[in-house]
């Protein structure tokens, strides 16, 4: 018997990296499962890999920017199984052309800005509009947001990225703090790095190793780290834990900034 035996869930951004490994985890442990995507035949694949596999999952063309995708993705969950437990908001800026151009603020164009901001923010604000009604009937439901590490911290790029994790983190509490009551449950998971294969295309393999060097744990993240807790999140096994942003990161940010500094010192 699976930890989401019975649920409905969807996952966004599911024709990739974090969210693929969620969809999967979530069928493995009996969620049936709507793999959302903008990219239509990936998420397809994703679909006929859980079907293959025993599982149930239904692949959905969805792009989280516009509302009327985002609605249809919501109701192929309702018109399929009859309900919607589970909503995993995972769609985010991963491309060159858009994450890779947030760089110089000074150089910052209104469309990079709104466009990062429509998808890493006004996606999961869609996701919760459409789905928490669904959620309401049914006597509750979990939400989970894959948020960002960066959400915490100033870089030297990525600062719309940053401020949209941010403000998604943000958004979560309110979410929880406004349905909680109603038995909703909303938290976001914080990614450190993990090597999909967005990460490849972003960090070389110096940039890569120097992540590495800040991370407690012997590798990177790998998306089936992440996936793992979202799937308890999205559990009723979590039923106490709600508003959070969750790191889940190998411990990145819990160590004193010269830690990398210092291995390499020795005794
Ligand atoms: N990989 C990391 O190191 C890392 C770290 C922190 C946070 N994250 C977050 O994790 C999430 C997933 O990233 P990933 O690394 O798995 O990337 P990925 O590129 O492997 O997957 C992202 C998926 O989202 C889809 N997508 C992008 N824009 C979309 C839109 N508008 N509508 C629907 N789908 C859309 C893409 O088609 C792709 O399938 C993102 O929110 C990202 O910000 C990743």
Known sequence: MGTLEGKIA???????GIG???????ASEGARVVVADRNGSGAGSVADFINEA????????ADVTSEDQVRRMIDTAVDKWGGLDVLHNNAGTTDVADVGADTDITEMTIELWDYIMAVNLR???LGCKHAIPHMLRRGGGSIVQTSSMSAFAGDLRYAAYGASKGGLNSFTR???TMYGKQGIRANAVCPGVVVTPAARVHFDPVMLELYESHHLTP???APEQVAEVVAFLASDAASYVTGQAIPVDGGLFSHLPTYAQMRTMGD
Request: hydrophobic share 50%; glycine share 20%; no cysteine.
């Open 10 to 16: 969807v996952v966004t951004g599911a024709a990739s």
């Open 20 to 26: 693929r490994a969620s969809a999967i985890k979530m």
């Open 54 to 61: 025993g599982g149930f999952a239904v692949g959905v063309q």
């Open 123 to 125: 996606g999961p604000m």
């Open 174 to 176: 309110y979410v929880a």
């Open 219 to 221: 590798q990177l993240g």
